[in-house]
Each structure stands twice: as structure tokens, then as C-alpha cells.
């Protein structure tokens, strides 16, 4: 079909633990390319396991195969305009950064993803190459580059705290898949403490961000009320180990608390659809797949008010203030012996997270890259 747009996108998420940014890249490609309009490729900023991508990109997506090694490139990319991508991975109309950092170009227009803006508010929480994030957008979008952020908060942001002109930046909700699991059928995937027959599941890598050591807190204020109740956190470790073990050491429940690691495919969706509650306590959030994938799951959800997720859950979930376990655990505890509140939150969040669909997400992604490329040949 002539005339589509040629679309190369940054796939280097794929290649590494199953995070959100991957969750958005694989959504987006496989979406993106399922469309009559758009030619998509993607492309990987590695060296090492370049060869790994193939097989993780969705159908229809077309992998550039010439190396990109990530450290030299990285460098030149961070202090020059050079090389462009175009030398790299060929002709085309727009790249699209996925993770905060998009190639320089010559002809191609330019969009870059900020999934959030933790390294300005929280810079403490952030290791030190997320903290260069923020410099590196910026000086994206001085080149003439448009910013996708995936919620109205995140894009308010880039706008406020980055200066980026607001005419140049755009909010795309991302997707979220749907499971065909039932809920309630998921227990199987683990064995639960002696005395106890539920769980509340969290799922998150161990960082700051997180605030995984406040859910213990708050599991400690309700485990006496509820000794029928475990505490499950599933996901990989991050820089917050060493704050989650204090709090697991210190809880007088943690006989009650199983820490999984990371999980994936047919387990993590048996976790999610055996939950008799999940719990987000969140310091800050860009957008927010976990709680809407345990909404999909048909999993009454109680998360904080960080950042995007009042906007994203909407009424969709239970919403507490952001570091207070006591409201957390209260929240919790009603979800676990009110019947009506349950349905009511399950009811309200399979509606909710009807609304988030990959196609949506490309649609609004493809118009975004029409009007990049359409200024980008107009001059602007």
C-alpha cells in the first residue's frame, strides 16, 4: 500500500525483564503495525542481545538487523547529532523513542516517549542514569522532537517541569490485554502459609518507588483482624532490597508474607485471577499496568493517589493517600470483609479497564506521528 508512513521504533525494552516500558512496546508494535496506514520496523540499541529480538517482536513488525552497540551510541547520541539514525537502520519517516531517549535524525521526525517525570520529583528514588533522563527529553525536544506521554499528568508535567512547548506534546493512553483467566482461579500458583485461604497481591520491582516496605506496614495493621489473609509481593528485585527486607524482618506477620521475585505468563495471570485483593501503594506513577490488569482480572484494587493513577483508575479502584499504611490497611479491610464493596469495585474496574485498548493507543499514536511528520516536512 503506498503512501503509509515509515515507523522505526526503539525495541530495546523488549530485551530485558517484562517491565511497563516493555508492556508499552510490544502493545504499541503489535497494534501499530496491524494498521494499513504504517510500515513499522524496530530496531534494539544493543550489541549483545540483538539477536534475541526476532522472536519478541510482534507479527507484522520488521527488525532491523544491523548492530546498534548501546554504550558508543548512547554517548555520541547524549553530546552530538550524530550518527543519525537513518545511517543506521535506513530510510524512513519518524522514529519513536520508547524509553526517554530518541535517536538524532536528518530527515525522520522525531517523537519520544516520558512514561514519567520520577527523576525531577523524586530524584532520590532514581538510579543514576534514570536521573539523566530528564536533560536528555530536553534537549530532544529543543531539536524539534514531540513528546508522548501516556496520561494528562505525565504530559501536564513534561510541560511544567521540562518547559516543553505544550503544542508539541501529547497524551496517549497506553492498552492493557485481558486475560481469559476467571478470578478466583488462581490460587493453585502458590502455596499459601499454613491457617491462611487469601491473599492480597502486589506486583511491582522492589524500588523506592514502590513503597513496598509501606504495605508491610500496613498488612501489620490488618494481619491481627484477618489471620486468614497472606501477604503476597511478586516481582523482581530493584535497588530497594535492602528497605524490604528491614520491613519484612521488623513485621510480627511476616511468617504471613511470601516474597515470589519475578513472574511471568500463566503464573502471574493465576496470581492476579486468585487474589482476594491488590494492592498499589505507589509514591508516584506515570501511567499505572498492574492495577488495571488486576481490574481485568476481575481483583477489586486499592491503590494510592500518585501521580497518574487517580486519573487512570479513576473510580475503578479504591484510592488512599500516598505513604499512610493505616488508611492503606483500612482500604484493605474492606475490601476483605464487605461483599457489596467487593462487587461493587470489581464491577466498576471491568468497566474501567474496558476502555484501555491497544487499538486506541495506535490510533492516537498514529495521528500523533502524522502531525510530527507533517510539521517536520511543513518546517515546524
Same mark, same amino acid.
Given at each position: 500500500m503506498e503512501g503509509r508512513l515509515r515507523v522505526a521504533m526503539d525495541a530495546t525494552p523488549l530485551l530485558g525483564t517484562r517491565t511497563g516500558v516493555a508492556t508499552f512496546c510490544s502493545g504499541a508494535l503489535g497494534a501499530l503495525a496491524s494498521r494499513g496506514d504504517l510500515e513499522v520496523r524496530a530496531f534494539a540499541v544493543t550489541w549483545r542481545t540483538r539477536h534475541a529480538l526476532a522472536c519478541r517482536l510482534p507479527a507484522g513488525v520488521v527488525r532491523v538487523d544491523r548492530p546498534l552497540p548501546a554504550r558508543p551510541l548512547h554517548w555520541a547520541w547524549s553530546m552530538?547529532?550524530?550518527?543519525?539514525? /537513518? *545511517? #543506521?537502520?535506513?530510510?524512513?519517516?519518524?522514529?519513536?523513542?520508547?524509553?526517554?531517549?530518541?535517536?538524532? @535524525?536528518?530527515?525522520?521526525?522525531? =517523537?519520544?516517549?516520558? %512514561? +514519567? #517525570?520520577?527523576?525531577?520529583?523524586?530524584?532520590?528514588?532514581?538510579?543514576?542514569?534514570?536521573?539523566?533522563?530528564? @536533560?536528555? !527529553?530536553?534537549?530532544?525536544?529543543?531539536?524539534? &522532537? *514531540?513528546?508522548?506521554?501516556?496520561? %494528562? *499528568? !505525565?504530559?501536564?508535567?513534561?510541560?511544567?517541569?521540562?518547559?516543553? +512547548?505544550? /503544542?508539541? !506534546?501529547? &497524551? =496517549?493512553? %497506553?492498552?492493557? *490485554? $485481558?486475560?481469559?483467566?476467571? &478470578?478466583?482461579?488462581?490460587?493453585?500458583?502458590?502455596? $499459601?502459609?499454613?491457617?491462611?485461604?487469601?491473599?492480597? $497481591?502486589?506486583?511491582?520491582?522492589?524500588?523506592?518507588?514502590?513503597?513496598?516496605?509501606? #504495605?508491610?506496614?500496613?498488612?501489620? /495493621?490488618?494481619?491481627?483482624?484477618?489471620? +486468614? !489473609? @497472606?501477604l503476597v509481593l511478586a516481582g523482581p528485585d530493584g535497588w530497594g532490597v535492602a528497605d524490604m527486607a528491614a520491613a519484612l524482618e521488623r513485621s510480627p506477620h511476616r511468617r504471613r508474607i511470601l516474597r515470589l521475585g519475578w513472574v511471568g505468563g500463566e503464573r502471574r495471570d493465576s496470581l492476579l485471577a486468585g487474589a482476594a485483593a491488590f494492592a498499589y501503594p505507589s509514591v508516584y506513577e506515570g501511567f499505572g499496568f498492574p492495577p488495571l490488569e488486576a481490574m481485568a482480572a476481575g481483583v477489586p484494587v486499592v491503590a494510592t493517589r500518585a501521580g497518574a493513577l487517580p486519573e487512570v483508575l479513576g473510580d475503578g479502584a479504591e484510592l488512599v493517600p500516598v505513604g499512610d499504611p493505616v488508611a492503606l490497611a483500612s482500604a484493605l479491610s474492606r475490601v476483605l470483609d464487605d461483599e457489596a464493596v467487593r462487587r461493587q469495585l470489581v464491577q466498576r474496574g471491568r468497566a474501567r479497564v474496558g476502555s484501555y485498548r491497544w487499538a486506541d493507543c495506535a490510533e492516537g499514536l498514529a495521528r500523533l506521528y502524522a502531525e510530527a511528520v507533517s510539521s517536520r516536512k511543513g518546517g515546524g
Open positions: 552530538t547529532e550524530l550518527p543519525p539514525i /537513518e *545511517w #543506521l537502520a535506513g530510510p524512513m519517516d519518524l522514529v519513536h523513542g520508547s524509553n526517554f531517549v530518541v535517536p538524532p @535524525a536528518r530527515r525522520a521526525a522525531r =517523537v519520544v516517549t516520558v %512514561h +514519567d #517525570l520520577t527523576a525531577l520529583r523524586f530524584p532520590e528514588m532514581c538510579e543514576p542514569v534514570s536521573r539523566r533522563f530528564p @536533560a536528555l !527529553v530536553r534537549r530532544a525536544a529543543s531539536r524539534g &522532537a *514531540w513528546v508522548h506521554t501516556p496520561s %494528562h *499528568w !505525565v504530559a501536564q508535567e513534561v510541560v511544567e517541569l521540562l518547559g516543553v +512547548d505544550p /503544542e508539541r !506534546v501529547r &497524551a =496517549v493512553h %497506553h492498552g492493557v *490485554w $485481558l486475560p481469559d483467566r476467571p &478470578a478466583g482461579t488462581g490460587q493453585r500458583a502458590l502455596t $499459601l502459609p499454613s491457617g491462611t485461604s487469601r491473599y492480597i $497481591l502486589a506486583l511491582g520491582t522492589v524500588e523506592p518507588r514502590k513503597d513496598l516496605p509501606g #504495605l508491610v506496614r500496613a498488612f501489620d /495493621e490488618l494481619a491481627s483482624g484477618h489471620p +486468614d !489473609v @497472606a
